[in-house]
């Protein structure tokens, strides 16, 4: 269990907030060697923290201490060096439709203070949580430049020094949002050995698990002394005040779950799925190459490329007829197309190229059902049989009204499962790491194919768990707690 503790050039500075007794100089921090045995998360608000400062060798010694550490060393560095988050599309208009509001067109730079991942505009608060996600530090101050692209023009930190009486007012808002236990009265009983932060999206649709296992997840943890929270997107700016993060939200790159993963790897967190699980997973384009590289028995696949498309006849000749479209970071059957004639195939690509400029093309192979073997550090933990839905080729059918409608499922016993599909599930998901996988793969004639490797995989009450029960979700958290011990160590 961390406890939390903020670092000042001096205890005066925080005269205007409540007494508490998580706070300590710079001095002090950087001289009690007793302080590196405990479990710590580091709140810097030092007013200098460039190089060779008081304030940067106290990131310097936190990191070194194993305590957790905001601003950390990486972070500081690249503030220094002018290396600034880069917004994506959509929060360059989100910047540029709230800097046109403010009706001051003479006004060259804007500026945005962010604490904590929140401001206090709203309708800039993505992108302040962005900011944070890219530059996790207490304040900072992000100044635009009055342009329709590539606003930010600078990004530094400020010190409480800096503050006005709403903005003390606003930070310590945040902080109290950010970071509960800094308010937080001390229990009665016995504090967990560890916090555990679930990522899921209330609002998925199709969500890796349903409000079933995500309520075993938590009731299990209290058994195993674990403290697990369900947080949302909104609760992400907590991140670094848990131990470890597991992702129950859909996974994808340039996404809220991959920069999540990068910024719990960064702060030394156990977090499943890691970063490059996610990148080597959500695309099909890598794990094709990446399999046949291998050797991994797999359908026979082409790639298309938009600017040197590939004749559909010659398609055929080499993959059969149909042949199935997959857009490269596709899940849950979308972005997939059964193509038959050169009609069909240039509706799909003219589809398809709105997403990408690379597309995957493989041999039709249709079963009644897909197998879907859970590993997890390399070992089965479960199968499941996913059957196509009723009058479709895939487990998902994705109706034009909006609904969806999927196939029946049948939990399998792993030593029921024939010996070629758990081996080749098992060599798939070797390549990947020694994450919480899902190899999906189709049976044939007394062999299998490996179709794809999920990083995040399905688990839902009632269907992974019909066999193992409540141990499936033991064994997930107490790989959890292996893992976080080992740290400890």
Same mark, same amino acid.
Not at 313 to 326: C, F, Q, S, W, Y
């Given at each position: 269990?961390?406890?939390?503790?903020?670092?000042?050039?001096?205890?005066?500075?925080?005269?205007?907030?409540?007494?508490?007794?998580?706070?300590?100089?710079?001095?002090?921090?950087?001289?009690?060697?007793?302080?590196?045995?405990?479990?710590?998360?580091?709140?810097?608000?030092?007013?200098?923290?460039?190089?060779?400062?008081? @304030?940067?060798?106290?990131?310097?010694?936190?990191?070194?201490?194993?305590?957790?550490?905001?601003? *950390?060393?990486?972070?500081? =560095?690249?503030?220094?060096?002018?290396?600034?988050?880069?917004?994506?599309? =959509?929060?360059?208009?989100?910047?540029?439709?709230?800097?046109?509001?403010?009706?001051?067109?003479?006004?060259?730079?804007?500026?945005?203070?962010?604490?904590?991942?929140?401001?206090?505009?709203?309708?800039?608060?993505?992108?302040?949580?962005?900011?944070?996600?890219?530059?996790?530090?207490?304040?900072?101050?992000?100044?635009?430049?009055?342009?329709?692209? $590539?606003?930010? *023009?600078?990004?530094?930190?400020?010190?409480? /020094?800096?503050?006005? +009486?709403?903005?003390?007012?606003?930070?310590?808002?945040?902080?109290?949002?950010? /970071?509960?236990?800094?308010?937080?009265?001390?229990?009665?009983? %016995?504090?967990?050995?560890?916090?555990?932060?679930?990522?899921?999206?209330?609002?998925?649709?199709?969500?890796?698990?349903?409000?079933?296992?995500?309520?075993?997840?938590?009731?299990?943890?209290?058994?195993? =002394?674990? $403290?697990?929270?369900?947080?949302?997107?909104? *609760?992400?700016?907590?991140?670094?005040?848990?131990?470890?993060?597991?992702?129950?939200?859909?996974?994808?790159? /340039?996404?809220?779950?991959?920069?999540?993963?990068?910024?719990?790897?960064?702060?030394?967190?156990?977090?499943? +799925?890691?970063?490059?699980?996610?990148?080597?997973?959500? =695309?099909?384009?890598?794990?094709?190459?990446?399999?046949?590289?291998? @050797?991994?028995?797999?359908?026979?696949?082409?790639?298309?490329?938009?600017?040197?498309?590939?004749?559909?006849?010659?398609?055929?000749?080499?993959? @059969?007829?149909?042949?199935?479209? %997959? &857009?490269?970071?596709?899940?849950?059957?979308?972005?997939?197309?059964?193509?038959?004639?050169?009609?069909?195939?240039?509706?799909?690509?003219?589809?398809?190229?709105?997403?990408?400029?690379?597309?995957?093309?493989?041999?039709?192979?249709?079963?009644?059902?897909?197998?879907?073997?859970?590993?997890?550090?390399?070992?089965?933990?479960?199968?499941?049989?996913?059957?196509?839905?009723?009058?479709?080729?895939?487990?998902? /059918?994705?109706?034009?009204?909006?609904?969806?409608?999927?196939?029946?499922?049948?939990?399998?016993?792993?030593? %029921?499962?024939? %010996?070629? &599909?758990?081996?080749?599930?098992?060599?798939?998901?070797?390549?990947?790491?020694?994450?919480?996988? @899902?190899?999906?793969?189709?049976?044939?004639?007394?062999?299998?194919?490996?179709?794809?490797?999920?990083?995040?995989?399905?688990?839902?009450?009632? &269907?992974?768990?019909?066999?193992?029960?409540?141990?499936?979700?033991?064994?997930?958290?107490?790989?959890?707690?292996?893992?976080?011990?080992?740290?400890?160590?």
């Amino acid at each position: 269990m961390q406890s939390t503790l903020i670092l000042l050039d001096s205890v005066m500075q925080w005269k205007p907030y409540y007494e508490t007794e998580t706070i300590t100089t710079a001095a002090d921090y950087l001289q009690n060697e007793h302080l590196s045995k405990k479990n710590l998360l580091v709140i810097n608000l030092c007013e200098k923290l460039q190089y060779h400062s008081e @304030g940067y060798y106290c990131s310097l010694l936190a990191q070194a201490r194993g305590h957790k550490v905001l601003p *950390d060393v990486d972070v500081l =560095n690249r503030m220094e060096s002018g290396a600034i988050a880069r917004l994506d599309d =959509n929060l360059q208009k989100m910047t540029y439709r709230w800097i046109q509001s403010l009706n001051q067109p003479e006004q060259e730079l804007v500026a945005l203070d962010i604490y904590f991942g929140t401001c206090n505009v709203p309708e800039m608060n993505k992108v302040a949580h962005f900011v944070f996600e890219q530059l996790p530090s207490p304040i900072l101050r992000v100044c635009f430049v009055n342009r329709a692209k $590539n606003q930010i *023009d600078s990004i530094r930190p400020l010190s409480l /020094n800096e503050l006005s +009486d709403e903005q003390q007012d606003l930070f310590a808002q945040a902080l109290d949002r950010f /970071n509960k236990k800094v308010w937080r009265q001390p229990r009665s009983h %016995k504090s967990s050995r560890f916090d555990l932060a679930i990522l899921h999206d209330p609002e998925e649709q199709l969500p890796p698990s349903n409000k079933g296992a995500l309520n075993k997840f938590l009731s299990q943890a209290r058994k195993m =002394n674990i $403290n697990a929270e369900l947080i949302t997107e909104e *609760d992400t700016i907590r991140l670094l005040e848990f131990d470890a993060l597991f992702i129950r939200q859909t996974t994808a790159l /340039n996404h809220l779950t991959y920069r999540l993963a990068q910024q719990a790897r960064q702060a030394d967190m156990v977090v499943i +799925d890691d970063p490059l699980s996610i990148i080597r997973c959500t =695309n099909k384009v890598y794990l094709k190459e990446l399999l046949e590289r291998e @050797g991994v028995p797999t359908p026979k696949s082409k790639l298309i490329f938009k600017n040197n498309l590939i004749a559909f006849d010659e398609l055929e000749t080499a993959l @059969g007829n149909p042949i199935v479209l %997959k &857009v490269p970071d596709g899940s849950f059957s979308v972005g997939m197309h059964k193509v038959s004639n050169e009609e069909e195939y240039g509706k799909a690509l003219e589809l398809l190229s709105e997403k990408s400029s690379v597309f995957l093309a493989q041999e039709f192979m249709p079963t009644r059902f897909d197998w879907r073997i859970g590993l997890l550090n390399g070992e089965a933990l479960y199968a499941c049989k996913y059957f196509m839905a009723r009058g479709h080729w895939q487990i998902y /059918n994705h109706q034009d009204n909006g609904k969806t409608r999927s196939g029946a499922f049948e939990s399998v016993p792993i030593g %029921k499962v024939p %010996k070629h &599909v758990v081996r080749n599930a098992v060599k798939a998901a070797s390549l990947i790491g020694k994450g919480l996988y @899902g190899v999906d793969l189709k049976e044939i004639d007394g062999r299998s194919v490996v179709i794809e490797v999920n990083d995040n995989p399905s688990i839902d009450q009632g &269907v992974e768990d019909a066999i193992l029960g409540d141990e499936l979700y033991r064994l997930i958290l107490r790989e959890f707690l292996d893992r976080l011990e080992q740290k400890r160590r």
